[in-house]
């Protein structure tokens, strides 16, 4: 049993408005959503949050801050929606989506800005902060703008792992699995104990 019911249809126009903008065509909402959606006060701020628009890093870039982020806290819930829905037009191979949800990060997976992000997205979710080092390896690679994005990027799927965990989400159906991820990337280790919190 959900612990909050999510919306069933049908929406009212507006909310259906905003599914058919970020869902594809003729898919049903994502649970998330349609949970998220049942106070209009939070739905309007959730999907304001605005950063999933590749203005200011790749997308590839982007899908590893969040599944690495998603992976840390535990939350196949979006790390399986974001596999599923951007692991392959980011260019992710087998053993990549598996380092985003092994313990160490497989740190030699990943080129060198690649690295920074990783360490970044570990950081953040043991430390809350970066030490002098690990900033330094962001700003090697990365403008303000966008050391500003990726800081913010880890942040709200922090955000969205406490909503999917809290709320004890059901797994979309057809979304990745941790499980599945480590066996075909040829990673030993299940994510289970990936988080460092």
Same mark, same amino acid.
């Given at each position: ?33 349609? =949970?998220?959606? +049942?106070?209009? *006060? @939070? ?5 304001? /949050?605005?950063?999933?628009?590749? %203005? !200011? ?51 030699? =997976?990943?080129? +060198?800005?690649? *690295? @920074? ?5 570990? /950081?953040?979710?043991?430390?809350? %902060? !970066? ?57 030993? *280790? @299940? ?5 460092? /919190?």
């Amino acid at each position: 049993m959900p612990r909050i019911a999510p919306l069933e249809p049908p929406y009212r126009d507006e909310l259906q408005a905003h599914f058919d903008q970020i869902m594809p065509k003729g898919a049903p909402p994502l649970v998330l959503f349609r =949970t998220v959606a +049942a106070s209009q *006060r @939070a739905w309007g701020k959730f999907r304001t /949050a605005s950063l999933l628009d590749g %203005r !200011l890093i790749s997308l590839r870039e982007r899908e590893i801050v969040i599944d690495r982020t998603c992976a840390l806290a535990g939350c196949e819930y979006e790390w399986g929606v974001h596999i599923t829905a951007f692991a392959k037009a980011a260019g992710l191979t087998a053993q990549e989506v598996a380092a985003t949800c092994s313990p160490s990060g497989a740190a030699e =997976t990943w080129n +060198a800005a690649e *690295r @920074a992000l990783i360490a970044a997205a570990d /950081a953040l979710h043991a430390r809350v %902060r !970066l030490t002098d080092a690990e900033f330094t390896a962001l700003r090697a690679w990365y403008d303000t703008a966008q050391i500003l994005e990726i800081i913010m990027l880890c942040g709200f799927y922090r955000m969205v792992a406490y909503l999917a965990n809290g709320l004890d989400l059901p797994l979309e159906p057809g979304g990745a699995r941790f499980e599945e991820a480590q066996r075909d990337g040829g990673l030993a *280790r @299940a994510p289970q104990a990936v988080s460092q /919190a």
